[in-house]
């Protein structure tokens, strides 16, 4: 493995039912003036709203709302909260919700200790925020593990670019399995494949040899395949639904990217495609992955028939048939659960889209093969 310096900041709550004395525990360490930050009608809907305000009133604090953060959240969002921040000298942020509103708050955070534009401070200068106001999650949706990293994946609407953001660290993470209990089925298999794309990622970058993070990632993947299976023909297993939770949170704590340089250039496809299209990001990823990795079948054979073998349990006469044979399971499980292959199971019909997406998706380091733009246009034309 590579070298590194592990040190992991956010303190995790994890277990069926644990929210509310998590919280009340936590509430003793925040400021006074609390943002309570949330996406559209769930919340409220599921009455979880309620319950946050009567805990948060019991403790004294006093509540601003910032509601109406949207999946795939907007640079537009990010300033509004910042503005929130300011106005009501806001000196804890709580953010309620998945992936969107999590990571919606972590640039809020950062960009209100700022007197310049965080994406120009970031993409123009190379410069990274190092101050922050305080911020607690609690997750209702899983998959993204968002809650558990600095970087924050937002659409800046007039530059048409999805990308990462440095921002904050949580200070602690409410994992309660119950919570996500009301989100729709396609969200969470949408989730849960979210989670096994970020173990692929981690797995088929750098280095590519055997080594101890990657042992791990398999059992994490494993894990990830079985647990949603069970779920999808039983929703009420909360014992699939909290070890999904974990598997969520495990693939984006560091620990699987130990001493590895991830790859993740099937998640900045999908970035690119999402600045056009709004898409879903679990959905658009289990279109891309299978194509882009045929077009890995060269520098990254190893890699794909280990997993092949380990994770799926298909082994062919050759490392390559052992690498197509593991292409293919994972093409069969997409199906399995019910994501699209295809991109026009996803409304995407518009070629000019997909070069955009090409041209302006980042490059990643990490990725065993460094493609061209006409490579990763012929990619995502493969995917129509
Ligand atoms: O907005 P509301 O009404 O709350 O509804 C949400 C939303 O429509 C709903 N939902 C959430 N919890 C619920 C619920 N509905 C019923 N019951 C509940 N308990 O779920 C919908 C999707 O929520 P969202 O947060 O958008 O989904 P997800 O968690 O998949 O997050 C997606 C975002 O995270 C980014 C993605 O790019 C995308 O913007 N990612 C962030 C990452 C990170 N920071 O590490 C890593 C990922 O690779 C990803 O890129
Ligand atoms: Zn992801």
Sequence with gaps: MNSFTYRYPVRQHFGKGCAENAIKEELDRIGQ????????????RTGLYDKIISWLHERGKNVVDFGGIMPNPTYDKVQEGARLVHEYNIDFILAVGGGSVIDC???VSAQVKLDEDIWEMQYTKH?????????GAIVTASGTGAEQNNGAVITHTKKKLKQPLTGAYYSFAILDSDLTRTLPMGQVVSGAFDTLSHCMEIYMGKPQTDNLSDEINEAVMRNVIKNLRELI???DNDFARGELMWDSALAENSLLKLGKQTDFQC????HAVG????CNHGKALAVIHPVLYRHLLNEGKEKLARMAERVWNVKGDTVEQTAILGIEALEAFIKEIGLPSHWSEMGIKD???LRAAADTCLLMPGCCKQFSRDELFEILKECM
């Design 267 to 270: 998640h900045m496809l999908e």
């Design 233 to 235: 023909v039983d929703p």
């Design 127 to 135: 410069q990274y925020p190092t101050e922050f106001v305080p911020m």
């Design 275 to 278: 600045a056009y299209t709004d």
């Design 351 to 353: 070629e000019s889209i």
């Design 105 to 107: 708050c972590k640039v």
């Design 33 to 44: 003036n609390v943002l309570l930050a949330y996406g559209g009608s769930s919340l409220k």
